[in-house]
């Protein structure tokens, strides 16, 4: 799939890690998702909350809502850790974990505000430029 046939719309995908992550203690997820609904609401298909994406329950929901059509926002743990753990999810919904259909955000010692804000630029984003940054 070329850029131009990218997904155009988007959705976001969180995973609060059990809500007891010790990396994520300065994320306060529902202040979070309230954000994400009030100022980008309008700009998503819609956005949806997980504690453990990558277990097994977590997967099959992956499975249900992942889609061709849509560009998912994860806001979970580190970049890298998602490229791992989210896999199978992608697998289990038959949608390609490139740039077209993901983009990653990390939560991982991060604010709520930073997070935020890192949603926002991803929701914004027309290309795949935000992810090949948080990659390289
Ligand atoms: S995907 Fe990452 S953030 Fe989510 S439960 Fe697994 S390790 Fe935690």
């Keep these: 799939m070329s850029a131009s046939e990218q997904p155009a719309k988007k959705a976001v995908l969180f995973c609060t890690c ?11 997820f ?3 998702a309230e954000r994400v609904r009030v100022e980008l609401g309008d700009r998503i298909e819609f956005m949806a ?5 990558c277990e097994e329950d977590g997967e099959r929901l992956m499975g249900q809502i992942l889609s061709e059509r849509l ?6 743990c580190a970049e890298q850790r998602q490229q791992k753990l989210l896999r199978d999810g992608f697998q289990k919904a ?6 077209q259909h993901w983009i990653p ?3 991982a010692k991060e604010t709520t505000d930073t997070v935020f804000q890192r949603i926002k630029a991803a929701v914004q ?3 795949d ?3 090949k940054e948080k990659q390289s």
């Design 129 to 131: 430029t935000a992810t």
């Design 105 to 107: 955000v990390s939560m």
């Design 94 to 99: 038959d949608v390609p974990m490139d740039a």
């Design 49 to 53: 909350l997980h504690p453990r994406l």
């Design 71 to 76: 560009q998912f926002i994860t806001a979970a």
């Design 125 to 127: 984003d027309q290309g």
């Design 30 to 32: 529902w202040a979070l």
């Design 18 to 28: 059990s809500g007891a992550c010790p990396s994520m203690t300065g994320v306060d």
